[in-house]
């Protein structure tokens, strides 16, 4: 007596069903982001109007760089002139006295200035008591919000002979001394109030990076032994690395771009040798002097310098840390 057997069915599993191929991406797919948000994307008009007018246009004035420019002649020169204004200035021993003038404020301004908005948001991230928290966060804050007209006349009228500094050395025996008038004071004198007038601003960016490190990191240290100096070195500036390195490139590209109304405003003839910069040597040059093509050579050197300064630090940072802005 013979049974039969019924063969099973085929397994239905994943295995057997067909390969689903990816669909391409459906063509004309930003027209339609754009007509699904046009109004999220017209807020960017305006900024784009902007640097299109004020940073992008101007850029074509550049060739008068190249060509003899005479005022009420052509908007673009007169005749061709090659390299002759860069000949001049290279040649010129003032403008070098101004390029070296422009190094050293530059790398006072950024050893003294970048380093310590990092140390005031570290010390505000360990106060505990809100309220003076806070306090601190206006007052250092504040600074940044007075045009510099205003700190530079602050900073005029209490350096001045007669000014409340003079007169506490004078409370102490000491002799007043003529901080505006002395070209070595500038230097300390621009960038102490570069300090005074961005430090409290810039831990705006380091104290929103510390709230997005974790807790269980600094509960980890803890539990191992570090402490709050181990934990600051180990947890927090590791964990606002990227920050660090985004605004150390984007300070180092303006690092020839000193403050042009800041030192045009604290300046004088007495102070040239240390206090004359690219930037108002420009200015005196092409504007009270009227040599627009020769003026316009140099910020065409100073604006080559600044983009090969961000663009080695950039690449720098990517290769040594893996952080970069590009």
Partial sequence: MSTSVKSAPPPTGVEDRPAVTPRPAPRGGWR??????????SLAVLPLLFFLVFRYLPMIGNVIAFRRFEP????????????????????????WQVFRNTLWLGGLTLVFCFPIPIVLALLLNEVRRR????FVQSVSYLPHFLSIVIVAGLTLQMLATDGPVNHALAWLGHDEIRFIQEPGW???????????QTAGWGTILYLAALTTID????????????????QIWHVTLPGIRPTMITLLILNVGTFMAVGF????????????????VISTYVYRTGVESNSFSYAAAIGLFEAVIGLVLITSAN????????????
């Fill in 32 to 41: 339609r982001a754009l007509r699904r948000d046009w109004q999220l994307y």
């Fill in 72 to 95: 009420g002649g052509s908007m673009f020169g007169e005749d061709w002139v090659g390299l002759r204004y860069v000949r001049m200035f290279l040649s010129d021993p003032t403008f």
């Fill in 131 to 134: 309220s003076l928290k806070r």
């Fill in 186 to 196: 500038f230097r300390t004198i621009y960038v102490g109030s570069e300090i005074w």
């Fill in 215 to 230: 807790e269980d990191l600094y509960e980890a240290a803890r539990i191992d032994g570090a402490n709050r100096w181990q």
């Fill in 261 to 276: 109304e800041k030192v045009l405003l604290l300046y004088n003839p007495l102070t040239y040798p240390t206090a004359d």
């Fill in 315 to 326: 690449t720098l940072s990517r290769r040594t840390v893996g952080t970069s802005l590009w």
